[in-house]
């Protein structure tokens, strides 16, 4: 009989499949890193396991996918709030990147935002930053699967200062990361149209087909850059983009908050996915973006938190909850964007955005054995009706117990087992009075 590397057994499962498959008390079973068998607990009773893992009093389920994140940007949390965009970015933002930004502060940054992910139940992030081989480099070694995006922009950006270089060095990340990891995915990463020229953009696009990576791109995240866009170029910043040929199932549009009904029927026909980041949006005042209206057009939604400095956590669960109740009181109707809906944005329809669906974002036979347990022994988690409205609606990130990426233990009882999180802790802290100078 077939041994099993790991058996999680005794709570409930939600596998977030296309059926929506739950089981009471039910186990999932992995070897080799995949699940291999899911099913009621009682199917498994003569079923050896090299290892047991006790879910009782738990909920197994995917690991979260977070669709948008810039992971060193975790230096700058809390270092300027309640700012326009544009005035948060020039005034406080760059301006710290070109002071502070270096291969050792990124790695540290991106090991914090590692960290704070993989202990909520992250497990899987698609970033976009620059540095990106030390992003990457540090996400390899704690254990997080992770779409890693070198950033393109058409000034001196930190690791890039002479900016005619940038598609160069981003391509040779691409080639230096694929097939290096299983769980490291390069990508190209374009700021934005405001700081991209077309030149830039058709050159960073071109070398993502070639290269076969996902190009993300934020877009249509406030109203001046929808309004300026229409100004120079005479249409919206979807459309812009869809003029230059970018926009195919290979590509992450970011925000699209200022997206019209005919921005949403363009991305629908060209098969592109959106990241929605309603934290970010609402704290910088970008607006709300029509999800609910993408979400009936076929539009492929995932979540995402953005980076720290504009939410200013990576925590999916306040996401999943905001992203829920924004689009009813916008709407006026508590049955948009139910928690079903919610919980599929943060895990298989993520995967789906970032190219992954076959791999990850759901317990299925055969895919990644990402896995998290929730422990339910909660106040705020009692009684127990259905696991999508608690989900979204009264976990909190503390409740993550166990998280497992490709069968590899990698949070014991709330504990990371890769990284030594005081020491972290320390140095994020050090750098913040840096920082503060
Ligand atoms: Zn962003």
Same mark, same amino acid.
């Given at each position: 009989?077939?041994?099993?590397?790991?058996?999680?057994?005794?709570?409930?499962?939600?596998?977030?499949?296309?059926?929506?498959?739950?089981?009471?008390?039910?186990?999932?079973?992995?070897?080799?890193?995949?699940?291999?068998?899911?099913?009621?607990?009682?199917?498994?009773?003569?079923?050896?396991?090299?290892?047991?893992?006790?879910?009782?009093?738990?909920?197994?389920?995917?690991?979260?996918?977070?669709? !948008?994140?810039?992971?060193?940007?975790?230096?700058?949390?809390?270092?300027?709030?309640?700012?326009?965009?544009?005035?948060?970015?020039?005034?406080?933002?760059?301006?710290?990147?070109?002071? !502070?930004?270096?291969?050792?502060?990124?790695?540290?940054?991106?090991?914090?935002?590692?960290?704070?992910?993989?202990?909520?139940?992250?497990?899987?992030?698609?970033?976009?930053?620059?540095?990106? !081989?030390?992003?990457?480099?540090?996400?390899?070694?704690?254990?997080?699967?992770?779409?890693?995006?070198?950033?393109?922009?058409?000034?001196?950006?930190?690791?890039?200062?002479? *900016?005619?270089?940038?598609?160069?060095?981003?391509?040779?990340?691409?080639?230096?990361?694929?097939?290096?990891?299983?769980?490291?995915?390069?990508?190209?990463?374009?700021?934005?149209?405001?700081?991209?020229?077309?030149?830039?953009?058709?050159?960073?696009?071109?070398?993502?087909?070639?290269?076969?990576?996902?190009?993300?791109?934020?877009?249509?995240?406030?109203?001046?850059?929808?309004?300026?866009?229409?100004?120079?170029?005479?249409?919206?910043?979807?459309?812009?983009?869809?003029?230059?040929?970018?926009?195919?199932?290979?590509?992450?549009?970011?925000?699209?908050?200022?997206?019209?009904?005919?921005?949403?029927?363009?991305?629908?026909?060209?098969?592109?996915?959106?990241?929605?980041?309603?934290?970010?949006?609402?704290?910088?005042?970008?607006?709300?973006?029509?999800? *609910?209206?993408?979400?009936?057009?076929?539009?492929?939604?995932?979540?995402?938190?953005?980076?720290?400095?504009?939410?200013?956590?990576?925590?999916?669960?306040?996401?999943?909850?905001?992203?829920?109740?924004?689009?009813?009181?916008?709407?006026?109707?508590?049955?948009?964007?139910?928690?079903?809906?919610?919980?599929?944005?943060?895990?298989?329809?993520?995967?789906?955005?970032?190219?992954?669906?076959?791999?990850?974002?759901?317990?299925?036979?055969?895919?990644?054995?990402?896995?998290?347990?929730?422990?339910?022994?909660?106040?705020?988690?009692?009684?127990?009706?259905?696991?999508?409205?608690?989900?979204?609606?009264?976990?909190?990130?503390?409740?993550?117990? !166990?998280?497992?990426?490709?069968?590899?233990?990698?949070?014991?009882?709330?504990?990371?087992?890769?990284?030594?999180?005081?020491?972290?802790?320390?140095?994020?802290?050090?750098?913040?009075?840096?920082?503060?100078?």
């Amino acid at each position: 009989m077939e041994q099993f590397d790991c058996l999680i057994d005794g709570g409930m499962v939600l596998t977030v499949d296309p059926a929506g498959t739950f089981f009471q008390q039910g186990a999932v079973a992995v070897k080799d890193g995949r699940i291999v068998a899911v099913g009621p607990s009682d199917d498994f009773q003569s079923r050896p396991a090299k290892e047991i893992l006790d879910a009782r009093g738990g909920l197994i389920m995917p690991g979260l996918v977070n669709a !948008h994140t810039h992971l060193p940007m975790s230096l700058f949390r809390g270092l300027a709030d309640d700012l326009p965009l544009e005035q948060w970015l020039s005034d406080h933002i760059f301006p710290a990147e070109a002071k !502070h930004i270096s291969p050792d502060s990124v790695k540290l940054g991106a090991r914090l935002s590692a960290a704070e992910m993989l202990l909520s139940g992250t497990t899987t992030c698609c970033d976009g930053y620059f540095l990106a !081989h030390q992003v990457a480099e540090a996400v390899d070694a704690i254990g997080l699967r992770a779409v890693i995006g070198q950033g393109v922009i058409d000034f001196p950006a930190p690791g890039v200062p002479d *900016p005619k270089k940038k598609i160069h060095v981003a391509r040779e990340f691409i080639k230096a990361w694929q097939g290096r990891s299983v769980r490291i995915h390069p990508s190209i990463f374009c700021h934005a149209p405001y700081t991209c020229s077309a030149e830039t953009l058709l050159a960073a696009k071109q070398a993502a087909d070639e290269l076969g990576v996902l190009f993300q791109i934020h877009v249509a995240e406030t109203q001046i850059e929808a309004r300026q866009c229409r100004q120079i170029h005479g249409c919206s910043p979807v459309q812009y983009l869809d003029g230059l040929g970018l926009l195919d199932p290979k590509t992450l549009l970011i925000h699209a908050v200022w997206a019209d009904k005919i921005d949403i029927d363009i991305i629908h026909r060209r098969q592109a996915c959106v990241a929605h980041c309603p934290e970010s949006n609402m704290k910088l005042a970008s607006g709300i973006a029509p999800i *609910p209206d993408m979400l009936a057009a076929g539009v492929t939604v995932a979540l995402g938190t953005d980076g720290c400095a504009s939410n200013n956590d990576l925590d999916l669960w306040g996401e999943m909850d905001m992203a829920a109740k924004l689009h009813k009181v916008q709407r006026l109707d508590p049955t948009v964007m139910d928690a079903d809906t919610v919980l599929r944005m943060a895990t298989i329809e993520g995967a789906r955005a970032l190219g992954m669906d076959h791999e990850i974002g759901s317990i299925e036979v055969g895919k990644q054995a990402d896995i998290i347990i929730i422990d339910l022994e909660q106040p705020r988690l009692a009684p127990f009706y259905t696991p999508q409205s608690h989900l979204v609606y009264a976990v909190h990130a503390a409740d993550v117990r !166990h998280v497992m990426i490709a069968g590899r233990r990698i949070v014991q009882d709330r504990r990371l087992l890769t990284i030594d999180v005081e020491d972290v802790i320390r140095q994020a802290k050090q750098m913040g009075r840096i920082i503060q100078k």
